[in-house]
């Protein structure tokens, strides 16, 4: 039986610190210069590439009341597309505003609404003659949006700022925000237009330890308050949602991804670390209070073999017969008999369901093929055709649901040259490199971010280092990289160590491991919403901006070089000295204790924090797992200066 040595662990500690010192010291001497007079940054314009055509990369998709037009957002072009259903043919298109997210009709279909993620804003535009009326300002990061049954108020998910907007139409002006989880994405209105429901795609802020829980939530039209949050347990990225018809029940379909991340990665070879499957939601009915909350089940769309990776559209037809949902890191849509659905829920225990991968086969009635990294999908008011918006291949697929076959695919008239950073992208998001399709790059980083979850990385001890997920956000000249530092560059820790320890699979080939690193060394980052465009800082985060750059502490006392902020998180390198330290974070879990120093740009958008998670929000590094100084001196510092301190690195 193995046993710990106290004196030996404590010696080999001051040992890790002596190495750090002298590593800090030398670094902090070359650089001195970077500290001795630290001005402010203003934010950079996300990296541009001249040379790279312009893709239209449709992200969202909604019909027109008579099916006629096709409206479809242009991610990668900053617009709106019209497409003639008869036709199948682009019929015009509109500038709108930076990072369009997601399209919603008015009730009357006169009207469209376009949310613009980098502009925090949304564009109102004649459905008519293309052109833009009005444009209101949202919440940070809008995404998801959708009218209420009236037509006189407008809901917009507001991924960075965790809420959702209220728009009295009429004005135009934002009349509450209503705090949600963490990054709503998708929102839809029920058909009786009571209800407003709102799918987050990170789960709670929890213990890293724990499975995590998400939530659906609902705000009732009637007085625009939150009537309840749904809880649904041990899954992440809920995605887009479809209500089915009242005569079907009125139940909701949620796409998620159901994770394994406590195990350990090497279960991928038995397949099981990650499941893709759909929420069943039977919402609540009745006045506030409620006298029963909604029902959840929940089932998998995998096959015992095979898997369906990134499930994130949904939607059914008009007699609620049939549902469809897409596999964005498959390329292929999932028709479902809802009668067989309905079926199973009835006969099998529902506790048993969301780990049964012999399910699907009872409901799934067909698997068809679409275009790179199907999203949105929409079906005709007849029930005969559906479209799915197939982002990187600048496309949408024809679906004849009479016939159950693909049917034609619409060319949005995108660039034909595929460039390496297209490729790229598309590899990121593509499964079929994994072992049975089971995930993708961008399984665990859903929009070229985070999942909020610790992972259970194999390593010798197997159980052990458990590390928190990184953005890949702005990561191009962070190396080294993982949490350990161990890999010098991209191409090392996307290539060989993805196909053995995480795809099991032959990985990528040098070619596409080349465009996937191309793609990943160009992803932006976004806009800061707190640092004005200006970069003057407010009287707090000014004072939080000494504090960071501080060589005494408040008594007078010179604090050590390696315990100063700005030595690790030099300003002018991302805010990361880009070598591993020892902050005394480790734990139970972990077989050492030296930890890569992590990047600071944008750190307000990627909660959890630490190597594992631990701590829930920036206040938690220094108060609860601070209390030795050993992660910067922090001891003497008041409530008020600590807290400007976290006003000052949320400009980073």
Same mark, same amino acid.
């Given at each position: 039986m193995r046993t710990h040595h106290p004196t030996r662990q404590a010696g080999a500690g001051r040992i890790r610190r002596i190495l750090l010192t002298t590593a800090l010291l030398a670094l902090a001497f070359v650089s001195a210069w970077r500290f001795s007079a630290p001005s402010v940054a203003v934010a950079k314009t996300p990296r541009a590439f001249s040379s790279e055509p312009r893709y239209i990369t449709p992200a969202d998709l909604r019909l027109s009341p008579d099916g006629r037009r096709l409206y479809i957002v242009g991610q990668g072009s900053d617009s709106v597309l019209v497409v003639d259903t008869r036709s199948r043919r682009v019929a015009g298109q509109v500038q709108v505003g930076s990072k369009p997210q997601g399209i919603a009709l008015s009730p009357d279909g006169r009207t469209l609404y376009v949310s613009n993620e980098w502009s925090d804003t949304v564009s109102e535009i004649d459905a008519g003659s293309l052109e833009i009326k009005r444009t209101f300002p949202t919440g940070w990061g809008p995404a998801g949006l959708a009218t209420d049954r009236t037509g006189r108020h407008l809901y917009v998910a507001n991924g960075i700022s965790n809420s959702v907007s209220v728009i009295d139409l009429a004005t135009g002006k934002e009349l509450k925000r209503l705090a949600t989880v963490r990054s709503p994405h998708y929102i839809t209105a029920s058909r009786d237009g009571r209800n407003i429901y709102v799918a987050n795609v990170l789960p709670y802020l929890g213990p890293y330890d724990q499975p995590p829980v998400s939530e659906l939530t609902v705000i009732a039209t009637a007085d625009q308050v939150v009537r309840e949050r749904i809880l649904i347990p041990g899954v992440i990225e809920l995605r887009q949602i479809a209500e089915a018809p009242a005569a079907q029940g009125g139940y909701l379909i949620v796409p998620f991804l159901r994770p394994k991340n406590l195990d350990p990665l090497i279960s991928v070879e038995q397949g099981w670390v990650v499941t893709h499957g759909m929420a069943i939601v039977r919402p609540a009915s009745g006045r506030m209070p409620l006298e029963k909350p909604s029902r959840v089940a929940q089932v998998l769309l995998d096959d015992i073999d095979a898997y369906f990776a990134d499930g994130l559209g949904a939607a059914f037809t008009p007699n609620g017969r049939l549902a469809l949902v897409t596999a964005s890191g498959a390329n292929v849509v999932s028709v479902i008999d809802t009668a067989r659905l309905t079926q199973l829920l009835r006969q099998a225990p529902p506790e048993g369901l969301p780990d049964r991968l012999d399910a699907a086969r009872r409901f799934v009635v067909r698997r068809m093929p679409t275009g790179n990294e199907p999203r949105g999908v929409v079906i005709a008011p007849d029930g005969r055709w559906a479209y799915v918006a197939n982002r990187l291949a600048d496309s949408v697929t024809v679906l004849d649901l009479a016939q159950l076959k693909v049917a034609g695919t619409i060319d949005l008239g995108g660039p034909r040259e595929i460039t390496m950073l297209r490729r790229g992208e598309q590899l990121f998001h593509d499964a079929r490199y994994c072992l049975q399709g089971q995930f993708a790059c961008s399984t665990c980083h859903p929009e070229d971010h985070v999942d909020g979850l610790a992972w259970n990385l194999e390593t010798p001890q197997l159980g052990r280092d458990r590390v928190d997920n990184r953005t890949l956000r702005g990561i191009a000249e962070t190396a080294p990289y993982k949490w350990n530092g161990h890999n010098p560059d991209l191409i090392t820790q996307c290539g060989p160590r993805i196909a053995k320890f995480l795809f099991r699979s032959e990985g990528f080939n040098t070619e596409e491991l080349q465009s996937l690193v191309a793609f990943l060394r160009a992803i932006p980052l976004p806009p800061n919403r707190h640092l004005p465009k200006d970069g003057e800082l407010t009287d707090a985060e000014e004072r939080g901006?000494?504090?960071?750059?501080?060589?005494?502490?408040?008594?007078?006392?010179?604090?050590?070089?390696?315990?100063?902020?700005?030595?690790?998180?030099?300003?002018?390198?991302?805010?990361?000295?880009?070598?591993?330290?020892?902050?005394? /974070?480790?734990?139970?879990?972990?077989?050492?204790?030296?930890?890569?120093?992590?990047?600071?740009?944008?750190?307000?958008? /990627?909660?959890?924090?630490?190597?594992?998670?631990e701590a829930l929000t920036l206040e938690e590094i220094w108060t609860v797992f601070n209390n030795q100084d050993t992660h910067g001196v922090t001891s003497d510092l008041r409530k008020e200066q600590l807290n400007d301190l976290i006003e000052y690195l949320k400009t980073l």
């Amino acid at each position: 039986m193995r046993t710990h040595h106290p004196t030996r662990q404590a010696g080999a500690g001051r040992i890790r610190r002596i190495l750090l010192t002298t590593a800090l010291l030398a670094l902090a001497f070359v650089s001195a210069w970077r500290f001795s007079a630290p001005s402010v940054a203003v934010a950079k314009t996300p990296r541009a590439f001249s040379s790279e055509p312009r893709y239209i990369t449709p992200a969202d998709l909604r019909l027109s009341p008579d099916g006629r037009r096709l409206y479809i957002v242009g991610q990668g072009s900053d617009s709106v597309l019209v497409v003639d259903t008869r036709s199948r043919r682009v019929a015009g298109q509109v500038q709108v505003g930076s990072k369009p997210q997601g399209i919603a009709l008015s009730p009357d279909g006169r009207t469209l609404y376009v949310s613009n993620e980098w502009s925090d804003t949304v564009s109102e535009i004649d459905a008519g003659s293309l052109e833009i009326k009005r444009t209101f300002p949202t919440g940070w990061g809008p995404a998801g949006l959708a009218t209420d049954r009236t037509g006189r108020h407008l809901y917009v998910a507001n991924g960075i700022s965790n809420s959702v907007s209220v728009i009295d139409l009429a004005t135009g002006k934002e009349l509450k925000r209503l705090a949600t989880v963490r990054s709503p994405h998708y929102i839809t209105a029920s058909r009786d237009g009571r209800n407003i429901y709102v799918a987050n795609v990170l789960p709670y802020l929890g213990p890293y330890d724990q499975p995590p829980v998400s939530e659906l939530t609902v705000i009732a039209t009637a007085d625009q308050v939150v009537r309840e949050r749904i809880l649904i347990p041990g899954v992440i990225e809920l995605r887009q949602i479809a209500e089915a018809p009242a005569a079907q029940g009125g139940y909701l379909i949620v796409p998620f991804l159901r994770p394994k991340n406590l195990d350990p990665l090497i279960s991928v070879e038995q397949g099981w670390v990650v499941t893709h499957g759909m929420a069943i939601v039977r919402p609540a009915s009745g006045r506030m209070p409620l006298e029963k909350p909604s029902r959840v089940a929940q089932v998998l769309l995998d096959d015992i073999d095979a898997y369906f990776a990134d499930g994130l559209g949904a939607a059914f037809t008009p007699n609620g017969r049939l549902a469809l949902v897409t596999a964005s890191g498959a390329n292929v849509v999932s028709v479902i008999d809802t009668a067989r659905l309905t079926q199973l829920l009835r006969q099998a225990p529902p506790e048993g369901l969301p780990d049964r991968l012999d399910a699907a086969r009872r409901f799934v009635v067909r698997r068809m093929p679409t275009g790179n990294e199907p999203r949105g999908v929409v079906i005709a008011p007849d029930g005969r055709w559906a479209y799915v918006a197939n982002r990187l291949a600048d496309s949408v697929t024809v679906l004849d649901l009479a016939q159950l076959k693909v049917a034609g695919t619409i060319d949005l008239g995108g660039p034909r040259e595929i460039t390496m950073l297209r490729r790229g992208e598309q590899l990121f998001h593509d499964a079929r490199y994994c072992l049975q399709g089971q995930f993708a790059c961008s399984t665990c980083h859903p929009e070229d971010h985070v999942d909020g979850l610790a992972w259970n990385l194999e390593t010798p001890q197997l159980g052990r280092d458990r590390v928190d997920n990184r953005t890949l956000r702005g990561i191009a000249e962070t190396a080294p990289y993982k949490w350990n530092g161990h890999n010098p560059d991209l191409i090392t820790q996307c290539g060989p160590r993805i196909a053995k320890f995480l795809f099991r699979s032959e990985g990528f080939n040098t070619e596409e491991l080349q465009s996937l690193v191309a793609f990943l060394r160009a992803i932006p980052l976004p806009p800061n919403r707190h640092l004005p465009k200006d970069g003057e800082l407010t009287d707090a985060e000014e004072r939080g901006r000494r504090v960071y750059f501080r060589r005494y502490m408040t008594d007078g006392r010179p604090i050590p070089i390696q315990n100063q902020c700005a030595t690790c998180h030099p300003a002018d390198m991302h805010y990361t000295a880009r070598i591993s330290a020892d902050v005394g /974070s480790a734990n139970k879990y972990d077989t050492g204790g030296m930890f890569d120093i992590p990047q600071l740009d944008r750190v307000y958008e /990627s909660a959890p924090y630490l190597h594992n998670g631990e701590a829930l929000t920036l206040e938690e590094i220094w108060t609860v797992f601070n209390n030795q100084d050993t992660h910067g001196v922090t001891s003497d510092l008041r409530k008020e200066q600590l807290n400007d301190l976290i006003e000052y690195l949320k400009t980073l």
